[in-house]
């Protein structure tokens, strides 16, 4: 792998410099110790999410892809033919109903999948994973898990339980906006 795939630069002293950002900021603010544990959590989670979205930009680029509209892909390969529509995917993905249709109006023009009239609501539009798009999908999902492949293996299975139990917990405690 290309150690330059990151844009995000992260070592053992940037790690360090946040945690005493962090601290410095809560000490100046009065605020308690447990205070400096919640933002350093939440800020590593924030800088760990844009390193995903940055590694899997640079790997998504050649295919004329983004992090979100390989995610868009991927519902519609999970759904196995079923159809989906921008109002549905808008939901699940959490994008604006604007920003999907911009997204669905890509993967079309670019043969990935189709749209068609709706059979319930002829109002409404459904969409549906080309067989170019399950195909891009097949060639591009191994080069993907490989970019990815060093985060992956920087901890163990029994770390990412932990990891994907933890996170689980705390999304569900997200208040809904």
């Not at 940037?14 to 400096?36: D, F, N």
Request: proline share 5%.
């Amino acid at each position: 792998m290309n150690s330059k795939i990151v844009h995000l630069s992260c070592s053992s002293t940037a790690i360090s410099q946040i945690e005493e950002g962090v601290a410095k900021v809560a000490e100046r603010l009065g605020m308690p110790p447990q205070s400096v544990m919640d933002i350093t959590a939440m800020r590593l989670t924030q800088i760990m999410a844009r390193g995903y979205h940055d590694v899997m930009s640079v790997a998504l680029k050649e295919q004329g892809l983004n992090p979100t509209s390989w995610m868009t892909l991927m519902m519609f390969f999970k759904a196995e033919g079923e159809p989906l529509n921008p109002s549905d995917l808008a939901t699940i993905t959490g994008e604006s109903r604007t920003n999907m249709t911009r997204i669905c109006d890509e993967l079309v023009a670019q043969g990935y999948i189709t749209r068609f009239p709706s059979a319930q609501d002829r109002r409404r539009v459904d969409l549906k994973l080309s067989d170019a798009g399950a195909e891009l999908i097949r060639r591009t999902a191994p080069k993907l898990r490989e970019h990815l492949k060093p985060v992956r293996e920087a901890i163990t299975d029994e770390e990412k339980q932990t990891l994907i139990r933890i996170l689980k917990k705390q999304l569900l405690a997200l208040p809904d906006m």
